[in-house]
Structures are given as C-alpha cells and as structure tokens.
C-alpha cells in the first residue's frame, strides 16, 4: 500500500527557471492494482513516477509504504528497498548500448546477493514471451526501438518486483507486442503484484483499475 499527501516537485526552487511539475498531489494505491496516470505532455507524470519510485526526492510531501514514512529513511535505504521491491520501464528506456540484451538484464544483478547466471533461464522465458527469442545475445544498439523498449520490460520483471512503474511502456511497440504487454500486466495484477504506469494507450487504460489525469501538476480527475 502506497499512501500520498500533498507531494509536490518544485525544480530549481527559488530560481528564476523554478518549475512546479507536481504540485500538492493525495493518493492513496492499494496492491494488486493497475493504476494509470494520464495527461499533456509535461504534466507531471514521470515526476510523479520517478517520486513514487523512490527515484526523485519531493520538494514537500509524504509517502508511506506499508505504514513506513520513507522519505525519512537514508539514501541507501531508498536504494536497497527500490532493488528489492520494484521494478522500472523507463520513458527513455536506459539501456546499456554496447552491451548485449542478456547482458543488460543480469548486469543490474551484481548489485544483489544473487548469483546473476542464476537468472539466465527466467530471463530467456522472459525473452520468449515477449518475442525477443535469439535476440538475448544481440548488442542493444543493434535492436529495433520495439526490442529495445522490451529488454527494458525484461529488466524490469526478472527480480519479481511487488510494484513496477512503467513510464509510457508500449510508446515504441507495435500492436502485437503492445498485447503482450497488456496480458503481462494483467498477470502480474493476478499475482498481487502492483503496476502504475503514465499512458495514453487506450487499451492499456482500460485494463487499469483506476485512472488518474493530471494537468499542470495536479491530479485532476479519478475514474
Ligand atoms: N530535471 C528537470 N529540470 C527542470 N524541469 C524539469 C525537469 N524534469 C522535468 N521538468 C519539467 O517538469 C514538468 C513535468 O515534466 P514531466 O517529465 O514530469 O512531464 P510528463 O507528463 O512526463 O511529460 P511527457 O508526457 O512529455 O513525458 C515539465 O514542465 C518539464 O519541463
Ligand atoms: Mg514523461
């Protein structure tokens, strides 16, 4: 359970350049939900992503995890708490180009106990299902941007995350590979598991449990 109150991002505060991305947000998302964040371009939704992810520090605001009040916790906390329980597809992807597709999904691993070899054969299923089969060993800079934007996918889930965020995840798709995406939210739903997402795909809004828009900062309506 992830509790809101009154979050907001101010960027270069007290400057002449200051940008009220989010502004006094209250929201409250339970597990074993979709949640979908909708909105202009600039609104605020990958701000709001990268706060609830733990990514970005508010400028004011709380967020409460599970009872805990986290933005108190260190920096070191905040990382190993993100490792453990979530999961991000980025609105830029982040791949590493020069390296492999496998590569980028078991490198991040290092970071944990786990032996990353250990993953290997989830990460291929993984591959499998999302059409990437024989392309675990391709260099990332070789991929398409569709591929590219699902060894992200692949990233993400290989850890089991209990919430991923996904930032805009089916913008570089086709409509087939959107599907996938869409049944894979849909399963980790099933699972208990949490996703909250920024779209505007409409297929991907309707399998949300609740959708939010946001203008200027604000969420503005629920459905
Ligand atoms: N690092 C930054 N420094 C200054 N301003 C920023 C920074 N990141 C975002 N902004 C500004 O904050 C506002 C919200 O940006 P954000 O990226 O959250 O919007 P968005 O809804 O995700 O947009 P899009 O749909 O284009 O991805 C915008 O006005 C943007 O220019
Ligand atoms: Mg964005």
Redesign the pocket.
């Known amino acids: 359970m992830i509790d809101v109150v009154g979050l907001s991002?101010r960027?270069?505060q007290g400057t002449a350049?200051e940008?009220?991305?989010?502004e006094g947000v209250n929201l409250s998302i339970g597990e074993g939900k979709i949640i979908a964040?909708t909105?202009?371009?600039?609104?605020?939704?990958?701000?709001?992503?990268?706060m609830l992810g733990l990514i970005l520090t508010p400028t004011s605001g709380e967020i409460t995890i599970d009872g805990e009040r986290v933005l108190l916790n260190s920096d070191n906390w905040k990382t190993c708490f993100r490792r453990d329980n979530f999961g991000f597809i980025f609105?830029h992807i982040n791949l590493l180009y020069r390296n492999t597709a496998m590569e980028n999904v078991l490198l991040p691993l290092y970071s944990l106990d786990a032996e990353p070899q250990a993953y290997a054969a989830k990460a291929e299923e993984l591959f499998e299902r999302l059409g990437l089969k024989d392309r675990g060993g391709r260099l990332v800079e070789t991929l398409s941007g569709g591929e590219q934007q699902r060894v992200a996918f692949v990233r993400a889930l290989i850890k089991d995350p209990k919430c991923i965020f996904a930032?805009?995840p089916t913008v570089f798709v086709d409509e087939e590979t959107s599907k996938v995406i869409n049944r894979i939210f849909m399963s980790l739903r099933d699972a208990g598991k949490t996703v909250i997402m920024?779209t505007?795909d409409s297929e991907l809004i309707k399998i949300a449990d609740e959708v939010y828009r946001?203008s200027s900062?604000r969420l503005t309506d629920r459905h």
């Open positions: 991002k960027y270069n350049n940008v009220r991305a989010v964040l909105g202009p371009s600039g609104c605020g939704k990958t701000t709001m992503l990268s609105q930032d805009e920024s505007h946001m900062g």
